[in-house]
């Protein structure tokens, strides 16, 4: 290829390598909606969201530098009720 390929590779657009860990998230249906509309602050990906009689499920996909902060944000939201599991 002549180095056609690296200068592909060079000149092409970088983006960082971001580690995440699968998490499950369980809630009431108050702390959801806050949680649902604060999603993007920490840098979360949703898989999955199941609703029960006492409020919700979700599945993410959370960076690593941001599980902490959520699993605080989820804790004061919920008031010590939610739950986070880092799976």
């Known amino acids: 290829y002549g180095g056609c390929a690296a200068g592909c590779l060079r000149s092409a657009e970088k983006h960082p390598i971001v580690e995440r860990i699968r998490t499950h998230i369980r809630c009431d ?3 959801a909606s806050l949680l649902h509309s ?3 602050e920490f840098d979360a990906i949703k898989h999955a969201e199941l609703a029960a ?3 919700i ?3 993410l996909d959370v960076s690593l530098t941001r599980i902490d902060a959520l699993a605080a944000f989820v804790r ?7 739950v986070v599991e880092v799976t």
């Open 38 to 40: 604060r999603l993007r």
């Open 53 to 55: 009689a006492e409020g």
């Open 76 to 82: 004061d939201c919920s008031r010590g009720r939610g």
């Open 57 to 59: 499920e979700l599945e």
């Open 29 to 31: 249906f108050v702390a």
